[in-house]
Structures are given as C-alpha cells and as structure tokens.
C-alpha cells in the first residue's frame, strides 16, 4: 500500500470523527443558542440559530445568580490552588526524577498509591479538621483539599516529562557552577513548559468544576464557588431555560478560554509523558 494513500479507512475514520466532533458540539451549539434567546422565540424553535442575540438573559443571570461574587471566588480558589501545585509539584518531580532510582522509584510508587485511593475515605476527617482549624467557610479550606487531592496526579504529569529530559542539561548547568536549585529553575523548568499547561488546564477544569467539596465547606459563606452559585440558581429558575443557559455559559467560559489558550501547551505535555 502507498504511503500516504486515501482508502476507505481513512474515510471510515474521518466520519467517525466528524459524528464524534458533531456529537460534542451540538449541546454547546443548543446551550448558547437559547442563552441568546428570549422565551418566547426559543420556545417556539430552540435549535434555530439566533440571528437577533438578546443579551438580557445574561444580566439578569449575573444579578439574579450573584455570580460576580462567585466568580470571584472561584478564581481565587483555582489561582492559589494552581500556583501551589505547579511548584511543589514540579519540585517534587524533579527530585523524583534525578535522585537515585530506587528511592525515586519508591517515592513516586506512594504518589501513585495516592492516585488510586478515593478521596471520599478521608472527606469526613478533612472536614473535621477544617472545623477544627477553623477554616470552613473561607476558601483557604478548598485551596488545602484541592493541593492535597491533586499533587499526586501533578507530580505524575511532572515527573514522566522530566524524566525524559536529557541528564546532560543538568550536567552541563553545574559543570557551570549552577546549584540544584539554579539549575531547576533556570534550566529545567523553562523545558517543561509544555507539561506545565497541561497541569494548569486539567487542574483548572477539577477545581473550576467540583460542587460536593465547596457545597460542604462553603455551606452558608459568602464564599461559594460558581457550580454552587449555578445550582441554587437552577432551583429557583427552572422553568426559564434562556436564563438558565446563560448562567451556565457564563460559568463555563473562564474555562473555555483557558483552555483555548493552552490547548497547544496541553498537546505537547501529554505527547511528552507518553514518550516517558
């Protein structure tokens, strides 16, 4: 067979792919579509392109479902939790992946062990002992549980791209005179750039998207998160579906755009790993 030649394989897999694309796209296609609609014309023909937008569902959502404030405590919660992970994480790997290989190995074997345990085992002693620090409520209690639960699969990601990388750069930077720590910083670090995006998108989406944890950590603070703020909102508006949708596009584009921003870094890191 020659190389590169069209067969009717590659045509079976283009199909498919467009009917998995197309599957995927309709229900952000249906929910923006009747965010953008008043009632009375989505609920006539709700799959018809909205060729007159009418943004008010959008500012009624955002008083109605107070989603300013939820919005800011959603990035405060991702920020903090993000900059916390992505150092101790690559810290961590890094030393995982240049110390010597069987105290690496046994080291990165508890963080795998950590991986498979499910974090509903330990949800009520990390309750009490938020209540007993005294941080329930506030949003130090989420940053806390989100560093906790996701280090493991950050320092996985971390790990298996530096792994990959050359000792000789290391080598090359202390021969240089560079510290462990220069060397880190100003010569590994810079390399892992692509894995780096990974660890922010896919701990951005967990964390953006969790509701049971800020529900009860959150419950009855000025703090909640912007599921929390959705679903109290549904509850009162779910007969006006236009309003709904648009608290709903509203939640999910922070996320969008990140991801649409650090979708090329996200590739990489994973083709990366994979070579790991």
Known sequence: MAKGR??????????????????????????????LKERSTWSRNPMSPPF?????????????????????SSIVVVTL???????????AAYFLARCKPRLGYTLYVFFLLAMVLPFQLGLLPLYQMMR???LLGTPFSLVIFYCGYQLPFTVFLY???????????????????????????HVIFPMIRPVTGTVIILNCVFVWNDFMTP???????????????????????????????????IGIAPVMALFAVLQRHMMEGFAGGLKA
């Open 52 to 72: 007159n937008p009418y943004f008010g569902n959008f500012k009624q959502a955002w008083h109605e479902a107070y989603l300013g404030d939820a919005l800011i």
């Open 81 to 91: 939790s993000l900059v916390i992970l992505v150092t101790v994480g690559a810290f």
């Open 159 to 185: 790990t298996g791209y530096i792994r990959a990388l050359p000792r000789a750069y290391d080598e090359a930077a202390k021969i240089d005179g560079a510290t462990d720590m220069q060397t880190f910083l």
């Open 215 to 249: 529900l009860l950590y959150l419950q009855g603070s000025r703090w909640a998160t912007v599921p929390v703020a959705v679903a109290a909102f549904v509850d009162q508006e779910i007969t006006d579906w236009g309003i709904v949708f648009a608290a709903l596009v």
């Open 132 to 134: 007993d620090l005294g």
């Open 6 to 35: 069209y067969t009717a394989g590659t045509f079976a897999v283009e199909i498919a792919a467009t009917v998995a694309a197309i599957c995927f796209i309709f229900p952000v296609y249906l929910l923006v579509t009747i965010a």
